[in-house]
């Protein structure tokens, strides 16, 4: 089974920028599609990002667009999640979770098969 573990959140002014990190309890993390989801409060989980298990492809939301950026480390079990230009509506508790790799890059929470237990970011404005 594998445990992802996300990093890096934290209290930050709107224009700053952020980086959050998803690690891998094992090596077999190279081989899912690693996603990124948001839950602001009171309000449904979202999708944020995906990245495919080779990083040649990544799909984003439309609120993140342009800001935000997932990356694969060279270590093969860390994801990062850059965010740039943050607002105040960006904040959310963000996790990372892990679908067995394949062409489809999910934006459902039921595409993923184990998910960290979230880190916090609040911006303020």
């Known amino acids: 089974q594998l445990q992802l573990v996300e990093s890096g959140g934290g209290l930050v002014q709107a224009g700053d920028s952020l980086r959050l990190s998803c690690a891998g309890s094992s090596r077999t993390f190279r081989n899912y599609n690693i996603g990124w989801f948001r839950q602001a409060p009171g309000k449904e989980r979202e999708f944020v990002g995906v990245?495919?298990?080779?990083?040649?492809?990544?799909e984003y939301a439309d609120p993140v667009k342009g800001r935000f950026t997932i990356s694969r480390a060279s270590d093969e079990v860390t994801v990062h999640l850059q965010m740039n230009s943050l607002k105040p509506e960006d904040t959310a508790v963000y996790y990372c979770?892990?679908?067995?790799?394949?062409?489809?890059?999910?934006?459902?929470?039921?595409?993923?098969?184990?998910w960290g237990q979230g880190t916090q970011v609040t911006v303020s404005s």
């Open positions: 979770a892990a679908a067995w790799g394949s062409n489809y890059l999910g934006r459902r929470e039921g595409d993923y098969d184990y």
């Open positions: 990245v495919n298990r080779i990083a040649d492809r990544s």
